[in-house]
């Protein structure tokens, strides 16, 4: 099994930024790809962002283009995601998860960001 724990979440004003960390345990994650989602109040919750471990190779959903960057620290090992220029729209609790491919099979508690205007 893998754990993973989210942090870095909290409030921050229109156009701020925070770093939201995701430290993972247990299993190897050298095949994993490690993802960010997002669910909002009265929505479903959506992809974010996703990182290969082994390569590094990012994807990204359109809404977070330009201001959100995904990123891996081996040494930890935790995957980070970089928000900046946060919306009142980013309001969200943002989830880690990870997989070996097809779904996403481990999650983390999640934790929650506030972006006020």
């Known amino acids: 099994q893998v754990q993973l724990v989210e942090s870095g979440g909290g409030l921050v004003q229109a156009g701020g930024s925070l770093r939201l960390s995701c430290a993972a345990s247990g299993r190897t994650i050298s095949s994993f790809r490690l993802g960010w989602f997002r669910q909002a109040p009265g929505k479903e919750r959506e992809f974010v962002a996703s990182i290969t471990w082994s390569s590094s190779s990012a994807r990204y959903a359109d809404s977070v283009k330009g201001r959100f960057t995904i990123s891996r620290d081996i040494a930890q090992p935790t995957v980070y995601l970089q928000m900046n220029s946060l919306k009142p729209e980013d309001t969200a609790v943002y989830y880690c998860?990870?997989?070996?491919?097809?779904?996403?099979?481990?999650w983390g508690q999640g934790t929650q960001v506030t972006v006020s205007s």
């Open positions: 998860a990870s997989t070996h491919g097809g779904s996403y099979n481990y």
